[in-house]
């Protein structure tokens, strides 16, 4: 039940650099400090081109809305900072009081920055609202083991599991669908507004949002009774502002208008930080992976295209499975900084195999169009198949162009396919990727916690959060099995097992994986206690 260094550690010997915090040492930020240059006091200026589609945490799952979400929810279990072991946050205690029984004791007295009470109710309310809202951008998932939530008084909160040994329960209870909200302000049964939750103060964190303008501008202040597991921010508030051109933070980092700096900057931007003598590149735990995802429905001959037919839409999928070069697209687009990636499970995690390089390609992880055509020439297709290829140019970085401009014409230069290749800026992007809008699209994955599951349970029973129709019991019976599985051997071939069966069906395409890197200055600390195995990024931890 606890998340595995050693899976961690080989990530990182394994990964390439993904994920980004840049931090800049040239005095004062521009960020509207009002404290001397080093003062633990001072304001933080963090900027991102990651966006927050909202900040209810029924309904994001992504990496932008969760970085604002740590910043000003609490969760029951949380880990410290610069480590990745669930710990009490707004508990005091929590442990399996039965195998399918999780009992926490919460801290007593606790409020809201509203001056609401903070007790069982709210954390009942906050994983039922989740379960009943299911919103197809939210997280809901993670929480399919839990059968029932009672709270026999106020500081008392028992789940009774639907399994018993859930190898993964207090990770989840740090995870994106565990942040806790007030019942007294959010409604039951539908989400509620990114601007709603600002006006009514509805945050027990490190920080609290004194502004909001979505996507342009945050303003944060210190919340003093915040006392949880990550300890009092060690500076006074901070500033996030969210850009548009990734070069334009870079320079901005260089300048010193910001202090901090994440997600998501090109490999030539991180060439060129390197040069500069007044930055510090650190690299930390990771896990991030890239992958193409198919929708069973709409794919060429998917279930619901006027020429349908699953043994042609699997060919198309296997086609490609056979053609596309990773070790190119790592060496031209990323300068090995992500690596290829072979299976649905990354590198280093427990049970991860190369089961995609084994079945297909030459078998050693260069493309064969002598396998390609055959496989379309088997399903009866002939003539190019025509493709329509979307991918997103800001949630994942200005290279993910020329990434999906090297898969295009990876493709096409086989002759068996033409490609349309389309692009949508991420707020649009994330929810139509979700409404069957496109056939085959790009999705990367930022991992909620180091465990193989979270690259599995989120993914594919009943087509997973991003909603592909996938469906296939023996992977959802076999993906069950291992989250229950106590024996370490097993549950790796388990994993393992559904790894094989994955790469046979070709839900998804894994492409790449990568890890995290800081890059700190001499006026600013703590950045690399933010890189840490939680995969969490806390602004708590930094100071000037």
């Known amino acids: 039940m606890t998340k595995s260094n050693k899976a961690l550690h080989g990530a990182i010997a394994l990964a390439g650099i993904s994920a980004l915090a840049m931090t800049a040492c040239t005095g004062p930020s521009g960020g509207g400090s009002s404290t001397a240059s080093g003062s633990a006091g001072s304001i933080i200026a963090y900027g991102t081109t990651d966006k927050v589609t909202a900040l209810d945490p029924a309904g994001s799952y992504d990496n932008g809305s969760f970085m604002v979400m740590n910043q000003i929810y609490s969760f029951l279990m949380n880990s410290k900072p610069g480590g ?5 946050d707004l508990a005091e205690s929590g442990s399996f009081t039965k195998p399918t029984e999780f009992t926490v004791k919460m801290k007593s007295g606790l409020k809201w920055a509203n001056g609401h009470v903070l007790d069982s109710k709210d954390v009942k309310f906050s994983f039922d609202r989740q379960v009943k809202i299911a919103d197809p951008n939210g997280p809901a998932s993670l929480l399919t083991n839990i059968q029932s939530i009672a709270t026999p008084d106020a500081t008392t909160v028992v789940f009774t599991l639907k399994q018993a040994n859930d190898q993964t329960f207090t990770q989840i209870l ?13 409604p039951a049964d539908k989400l509620l507004s990114d601007e709603e939750i600002v006006k009514a103060k509805a945050f027990h964190g490190q920080y609290v949002i004194d502004s909001y303008n979505k996507n342009t501008l945050v303003s944060l202040t210190a919340w003093p009774d915040y006392d949880g597991v990550l300890g009092k921010p060690a500076n006074s508030g901070a500033t996030i502002k969210y850009y548009t051109d990734q070069t334009n933070m870079k320079l901005e980092v260089k300048g010193g208008q910001i202090d901090v700096a994440n997600r998501s900057l090109s490999a030539t931007d991180i060439d060129d930080l390197k040069k500069d003598s007044n930055v510090k ?3 930390g735990p990771g896990g991030e992976m890239r992958y193409i995802v198919f929708n069973f429905d709409t794919m060429p001959f998917g279930a619901k295209t006027p020429e349908a037919d699953p043994k042609k839409a699997l060919a198309v999928r296997q086609a490609m499975a056979n053609l596309v070069d990773r070790q190119a697209i790592s060496d031209q687009v990323y300068k090995g900084t992500y690596l290829p990636m072979w299976s649905n499970v990354p590198s280093g995690f427990l049970g991860a195999n190369e089961s995609f ?26 003539g190019p198949v025509n493709l329509k290829l979307q991918y997103n140019p800001d949630h994942y970085g ?4 020329d990434e999906y401009a090297m898969v295009k014409d990876q493709l096409e230069k086989s ?6 290749l389309q692009s949508t800026e991420w707020v649009t992007y994330n929810s139509a990727s979700k409404k069957d809008s496109y056939p085959v699209f790009q999705l990367g994955w930022f991992p909620d916690f180091s465990d193989a599951d979270n690259y599995l349970t989120p993914f594919f029973p009943k087509g997973g959060f991003f909603n592909n129709h996938y469906s296939n019991t023996d992977v959802e019976a076999l993906i ?12 790796v071939k388990t994993i393992q097992d559904i790894q094989n069966q994955l790469a046979k069906d070709i839900s998804t395409l894994p492409l790449l994986q990568g890890a995290q890197v800081a890059v700190s200055g001499k006026n600013v600390k703590g950045v690399d206690s933010t890189l840490d195995a939680s995969f969490k990024f806390r602004l708590g931890t930094v100071s000037k």
Do not use: C, M
């Not at 740090?174 to 959010?186: K, L, T």
């Not at 200005?398 to 162009?401: A, L, N, T, V, Y």
């Open 398 to 401: 200005k290279s993910s162009g």
């Open 84 to 88: 990745a072991e669930p710990a009490p």
């Open 174 to 186: 740090q995870s994106p669908a565990a942040p806790i909200v007030d019942d007294e302000v959010f």
């Open 415 to 420: 002759g068996l396919f033409t490609v349309d």
């Open 281 to 283: 590149v650190n690299v």
């Open 357 to 382: 390089k084994q079945a297909y390609g030459d078998g050693s992880g260069k493309p064969s169009l002598d396998k390609a055509k055959k496989v379309l020439s088997d399903a009866g297709i002939s």
């Open 480 to 491: 069950a099995k291992q989250l229950v599985t106590a024996d370490k051997s097993e549950r």
